[in-house]
Each structure stands twice: as C-alpha cells, then as structure tokens.
C-alpha cells in the first residue's frame, strides 16, 4: 500500500510559555506522538504552541514593508557570504539546480545580537524581528526536550547542545521570505522555492493564507502542506537525521506558484532554521556508527559550501 502523506496536526499544550505543565505522562504521550510524525512523515502542524499571535503577526508586516523598499536601499542589507546574513534578491538563490532561480525574496537574519546589521527602516522592523527571534527560541527549546524525551536521551540533551542560539557560534537562523506576485513570465522549470531538504536540526515555519508549500511523499508524489490557521508547521534537517541514525526524517520540500497565480497574490512566510552550536560534536544519538562524527559547525560549512 502507498503510504500517504497526511500531515499531522500535534497538541503542544504541554508545554507552555512559562515551562512545563503537563504532566510526566502526557509528556511521554506528546514526545512519542512527536517522533512518531518526524520520523515518517517528517512533518508536522504544532497547534497550542504558545506562539505570541502579536508578535507573529508584527514580523509578517514588518517584513512586507521591508520587502516593499527600493531595491537600492534593499542592497544596502545584502547578504554577506561569510555569514550568511542580509538579504537575497529574486533569482538570487538557487535551491534545486537543476531550475531557474528560485522566484523568492528572501532576508536572513543569523544572529540577532548582532543588530548593528538589521535594517533600520521600515523603523519597526528591527525590534520586530529581535522579538520573534526570542520567541522562535523558547519555542525550539520545548520542542527539542520533547524529542529529547523521544529519543530516549537526557531531557535537557538537545537543548544543551543549542544553547548557543541568536548567538555567533550557531548557524541557527532567521529568514523572511517573499514570494512576489508572479506575471505570466516564469521561466520554464521555474518555481518558488526549489526541491530541497533543510540543513539543520529542526525547522520552523510560519505561512501566510495563500498556500504553495509541497513536501515530498514516499510515493515521490509532493503533496500540498497547506496553510491551517493557528498553527506553526515543524519539520526535521538533514543534520538531524543523520545525528538521530535515520529515526528522524528530512523530508524534502519546495513551494510551487500555481496558488498565488490563481490566487493573483504574493505570498509570505518565516522560516526558523535551527542547528546545534558550532563546535557540538553529532555523533550517532542512538550509539551506532551509522555515520561518521562530526561537528555540526563543520557539517554546516560544507553544506553551505555545496549551494553557493
Ligand atoms: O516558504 C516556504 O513555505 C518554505 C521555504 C523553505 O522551505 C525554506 O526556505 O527552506
Ligand atoms: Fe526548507
């Protein structure tokens, strides 16, 4: 039988903003169900997962407002390759390359202690994307103890090994992205956002209503991830994977056009990337030799290195 796609939805309630409230059972309960969804599907819906609604829709704004500036001023922020931060203009990256640049605006912000490097205008937009940043941490940090306890690793396990997020020896990052309304001229083979799997541990993201998102199902159909209002998608990196033996999957995904053209609309999101610190050496979480140890700082160096 083809194994279907089916994105779960999870119950994050557990865990709140101020910590944990369930209790050791329902903790248990939730991390199985957890790995169970990222171990298969690669994918999930976190709903009740604490998120500042405010602050969520604060950056979106923020963002269309940066992504409205001139182009002129817009270069001013670009992207330092040395770092990875600032902004990418349209056909800028290349996801999948076998197409076209990807049809995507994008502004990467690597480590929000370093705001001398945000854009001062629009003038909200740099305290705006500071609080999400925080708040994209709280968040990871209770999903990586429910894998943690997934796992069947010390609780604060994974945690630990992150503690260095918004900070420079961590390559987790933040990025916006916009997906401009496209006329009729897309180039053939040309998408949103290439075929590709992400990088690091974990990954959050945040859709606007339009739609677009498509991950890969075993059957090597893509099927829709479609926007579900209230809810945060969560999906596993290649550095994950291969630290956790293959337990958990990262699932390959792209965004195509066809709903914003039907929809004549842009389209928005926010992406949360999340790696271990640098010098945080992965070796087999469950103890084999599967695949060889190395640092996640030196794993990430070489992806990053194979794409641009
Ligand atoms: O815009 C999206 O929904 C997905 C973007 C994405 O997968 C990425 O930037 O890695
Ligand atoms: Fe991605």
Known sequence: ??????????????????????????????????????????????????????????????????????????????????????????????????????????FNICHHSVTKDLPEEPPNFKTSCEQFFDECMKLTGSVLDALSIGLKLKVKFLKKCHSSMGKKNSFTTLRTLFYPCQAPAFKAGQICCGEH????????????????????????????????????????????????????????????????????TSRQSIVFFVHPDDDVMMECLDGSRKYEPITSGEYTRQRFNATY
């Open 1 to 106: 039988m083809v194994e279907q796609l089916d994105v779960p939805i999870i119950d994050f309630s557990v865990y709140s903003e101020t910590g944990v409230v369930g209790s050791e059972g329902e903790r248990q309960l939730l991390a199985k169900e957890l790995c169970q969804a990222l171990g298969t599907v690669g994918f999930c819906y976190l709903k009740n997962h604490g998120f500042s609604t405010a602050k969520e829709q604060s950056f979106f704004k923020e963002s269309s407002e940066f992504f409205q500036l001139p182009k002129e001023v817009k270069r001013k922020y670009a992207r330092q390759s040395t770092t990875n931060h600032g902004w990418v203009h349209i056909e800028g990256e290349t996801l999948n390359p076998d197409r076209p640049g990807d049809l995507k605006e994008v």
């Open 197 to 264: 799997s992400d990088y690091g541990t974990i990954t959050l993201l945040f859709q606007d209503d339009v739609g677009g998102l498509q991950a890969l199902r075993k059957d090597g159909v893509y099927v829709d991830v479609k926007p579900v209002p209230g809810t945060i998608v969560l999906n596993i990196g290649d550095a994950l994977q291969r630290w956790s033996a293959d337990q958990l999957v990262a699932t390959k995904h792209r965004v195509v056009p066809e709903s914003q053209i039907q929809k004549q």
